[in-house]
């Protein structure tokens, strides 16, 4: 079975992403075609890049990045559900994906973005990022807006139209999931 990590792209307190992924991880649990997990980036507690050797090389020296690369590994493709901050993705995703190299390759990935231009540019900035760590970036993507996705910019309440767009998208991600399993299978 296929497993799917839908991963919280933001540590910054009173953050909406969480509450974000867990109606991803809802709309997905709902499907028979994957497993689908949180993957919480705030429960990793990653330092800024402490590793002395580039993640490239494999060889890991802290144990919260064995930690956290040994949770990565154990995902065939991935949900990013990502802020929009600064015309980009947060810096704690960005540094999360950083630490690791190798449990990434292989796999594919999916978006959920949420901003006032629904997240838009943090997803592009994602995909540019996904390209370097070989992982396959699907087309659909899910943007939701800071205006008419939350009220008051705080309660999440997305409209039901998004919901159509989270079903492609995890399509997307499964098939391709899938495709790259023989892939990761020869590599392994």
Request: net charge negative; no cysteine; glycine share 8%.
């Given at each position: ?187 392994g």
């Amino acid at each position: 079975m296929i497993r799917i990590g839908v991963i919280v792209g933001s540590t910054r307190p009173g953050r909406k992403a969480l509450d974000v992924a867990k109606w991803v991880l809802d709309i997905a649990n709902l499907r028979s075609d994957a497993v689908y997990e949180l993957v919480d980036i705030a429960d990793a507690r990653l330092p800024l890049l402490d590793e002395p050797m580039p993640p490239s090389m494999g060889q890991y020296s802290q144990q919260h990045t064995k930690d956290w690369a040994a949770k990565i590994a154990h995902y065939d493709g991935f949900v990013f559900v990502t802020p929009e901050y600064n015309h980009g993705t947060s810096g704690a995703l960005k540094n999360a994906i950083d630490f690791l190299f190798a449990e990434w390759n292989n796999k594919a990935a999916g978006f959920v973005g949420y901003g006032s231009m629904g997240g838009a540019r943090a997803i592009e900035s994602l995909r540019l990022v996904m390209g370097e760590i070989m992982v396959a970036d699907v087309r659909q993507a899910v943007q939701l807006s800071l205006f008419t996705d939350f009220e008051n910019f705080s309660t999440f309440k997305p409209a039901t139209m998004h919901e159509q767009s989270v079903e492609k998208m995890l399509d997307q991600v499964v098939a391709w999931s899938k495709a790259l399993q023989g892939v990761r299978q020869a590599k392994g």
